[in-house]
T-cell receptor, first 116, second 113 residues
Framework: EPEVTQTPSHQVTQMGQEVILRCVPI?????FYWYRQILGQKVEFLVS????????KSEIFDDQFSVERPDGSNFTLKIRSTKLEDSAMYFCAIALELAGEEDTQYFGPGTRLTVL | AQKITQTQPGMFVQEKEAVTLDCTYDTSDPSYGLFWYKQPSSGEMIFLIY??????QNATEGRYSLNFQKARKSANLVISASQLGDSAMYFC??????????FGPGTSLSVIP
C-alpha cells in the first residue's frame, strides 16, 4: 500500500491567517486529492490534481484555496485567509492509475486545522 | 446525481461475531468503483476493500468481504470474527471517474467484549 505523510499533524491558526498544508507521497504517484472532514461530518471532496494542474474541484474549493506541487514532490493546499468554518481534518489522497484496482485512493493521516 | 447512503448511524456487535454494514449507492455511470474505509478515533482514513462495477466476484480482504449486489445498487461490508480493534467509523465510498471519491455519512461500529 502506498505511503502518504502529511504535515503538520495539527495546525492552530488565527482567523484571517494563511495556512499551508503539505502532503508527501513516499513514491511517485500520478493523482493527488484533497478532502476535508468537519468534525462529526462526512468526508467532502475538495480538489483533484493531475499532471500539475487541477482536474476537478468542488464548490467548496473557492478562491481562498489553491494547490500546487512546488518541487515535484510535495503537494500543498493553501488557504489564504482562514475562516472559523475552515476548521476541519484535511486529508490528502493519492492514486496510481486511471482504471482498475490501481485507482484506489490511499489517504494520508490527515492534518487537523483549528481556526480560532 | 451520485449519492452514497449508509442507513445505520451506529452498530454494535459482540466480539468474534460477524457484522454487516449497509451501503447503497446511486449513479448513472456504467463504470464505477466502490470502497470501504475505516476511520478509528485517531482520525486517519484506512483503505479496507475495493469492488469494481465489472468485477464478477465479490471482493475479499482477510476478514473483510464486500457483498456486491449490482442490480440492487448495494455494496455491504461484512466483517467476520469481529475484534475490539474493529471499533471505528466505517465509510462507504464511490468513484466514478479518476477525479473524486464520494463518501457516505458513515456507520459507527462498536465491538463489545
Amino acid at each position: 500500500e502506498p505511503e502518504v505523510t502529511q504535515t503538520p499533524s495539527h495546525q492552530v491558526t488565527q482567523m484571517g491567517q494563511e495556512v499551508i498544508l503539505r502532503c508527501v507521497p513516499i513514491s511517485n504517484h500520478l493523482y493527488f486529492y484533497w478532502y476535508r472532514q468537519i468534525l462529526g461530518q462526512k468526508v467532502e471532496f475538495l480538489v483533484s490534481f493531475y499532471n500539475n494542474e487541477i482536474s476537478e474541484k468542488s464548490e467548496i474549493f473557492d478562491d481562498q484555496f489553491s494547490v500546487e506541487r512546488p518541487d515535484g514532490s510535495n503537494f500543498t493546499l493553501k488557504i489564504r485567509s482562514t475562516k472559523l468554518e475552515d476548521s476541519a481534518m484535511y486529508f490528502c489522497a493519492i492514486a496510481l492509475e486511471l482504471a482498475g484496482e490501481e485507482d484506489t485512493q490511499y489517504f494520508g493521516p490527515g492534518t487537523r486545522l483549528t481556526v480560532l | 446525481a451520485q449519492k452514497i447512503t449508509q442507513t445505520q448511524p451506529g452498530m454494535f456487535v459482540q466480539e468474534k461475531e460477524a457484522v454487516t454494514l449497509d451501503c447503497t449507492y446511486d449513479t448513472s455511470d456504467p463504470s464505477y468503483g466502490l470502497f470501504w474505509y475505516k476511520q478509528p478515533s485517531s482520525g486517519e482514513m484506512i483503505f479496507l476493500i475495493y469492488q469494481g462495477s465489472y468485477d464478477q466476484q465479490n471482493a475479499t480482504e482477510g476478514r473483510y468481504s464486500l457483498n456486491f449486489q449490482k442490480a440492487r445498487k448495494s455494496a455491504n461490508l461484512v466483517i467476520s470474527a469481529s475484534q475490539l480493534g474493529d471499533s471505528a467509523m466505517y465509510f462507504c465510498a464511490m468513484q466514478t471517474s479518476y477525479d473524486k471519491v464520494i463518501f457516505g455519512p458513515g456507520t459507527s461500529l462498536s465491538v463489545i467484549p
